[in-house]
């Protein structure tokens, strides 16, 4: 009954077939990206000055985004009961709540060294979970996806599954902020001041490598859904946030570091304005 009523609201982002429009616009906005990468790369290491507002705009925006994202995908899941669905919408709860420690605990934002116990290094480490954990839940939305169009949708209780995502979203965010924080001296470091340790480029470099396999995994699962097009999208914009923000520049308030945020505000609008325009048409 579940499936038969899923099939007569379709299509879904999740269900709906890629068409040739899609491609090209999903190319233009692959290839725009790369070419600003490009031109903005040879000066990512370039100091600009210190914007105050900007850390707290950003993030708030990317909280935003993330919740709203995280909301539909939800509504989504509760109608079609996809555990790929479920999965992806917990990524998106636990980059809104890794968002939130993040500002709390930037330097000088809130306090002179940040909030909950932080350290020198609390603020880069919970970048680093925060953008090595979205992939490890995106390859698991893509796997666990492949496995249902074999088997069919789950059964159960959507909405205790959802509060349970949610529970389970926020525990391992707030996991990875405790240990960036009462656990940052059993971590390398990774910062000096505003700028990196030569440590930081192996770490960054596992992190990075973490979104280019979430990428090539998407990429291999085929058919492509709508939303796997637009993830992949958002897995190309993360490559170029974090090769611009903590692999080619110097470190903090520098051209890579404002233009490399951008690139992930970016990131967290793809999906969320495709969900919009998919809840435009259905209405």
């Not at 709860?93 to 020198?120: E, K, R, W, Y």
């Amino acid at each position: 009954m579940q499936r038969e009523f899923a099939d007569e609201l379709s299509p879904f982002l999740v269900t709906m077939p890629v068409q040739r429009r899609e491609r090209r616009l999903a190319l233009a906005v692959v290839l725009a990206s790369i070419a600003v990468f490009l031109a903005a790369a040879p000066f990512a290491k370039l100091p600009l000055l210190n914007v105050p507002a900007f850390i707290p705009i950003y993030e708030s925006a990317l909280v935003i985004n993330d919740l709203v994202t995280a909301v539909l995908l939800f509504g989504q899941y509760n109608i079609l009961r996809s555990k790929a669905l479920f999965v992806l919408a917990s990524a998106y709860l636990f980059t809104a709540f890794m968002t939130v420690s993040h500002a709390l605990t930037f330097p000088g934002l809130f306090a002179p060294t940040g909030l909950l116990g932080a350290g020198p290094q609390s603020t880069a480490w919970i970048y680093m979970f925060w953008h090595g954990g979205f992939p490890l839940f995106v390859i698991a939305y893509t796997l666990l996806k492949s496995r249902e169009q074999a088997s069919g949708p789950s059964h159960g209780r959507a909405p205790i599954t959802i509060v349970s995502g949610a529970v389970a979203a926020l525990i391992a965010a707030g996991g990875f902020a405790l240990l960036a924080t009462a656990g940052q001296d059993a971590l390398p470091a990774i910062m000096q001041g505003n700028h990196y340790t030569p440590i930081m480029i192996t770490v960054v470099s596992s992190v990075w490598a973490l979104s280019a396999l979430a990428l090539i995994t998407l990429w291999r699962q085929r058919p492509h859904s709508v939303l796997d097009l637009w993830l992949m999208v958002v897995m190309c914009a993360w490559l170029f946030d974090i090769a611009l923000s903590a692999v080619l520049n110097a470190g903090r308030f520098d051209l890579g570091f404002y233009a490399g945020r951008i690139y992930g505000l970016l990131a967290a609008s793809f999906v969320l304005m495709v969900l919009l325009l998919e809840n435009g048409i259905l209405y």
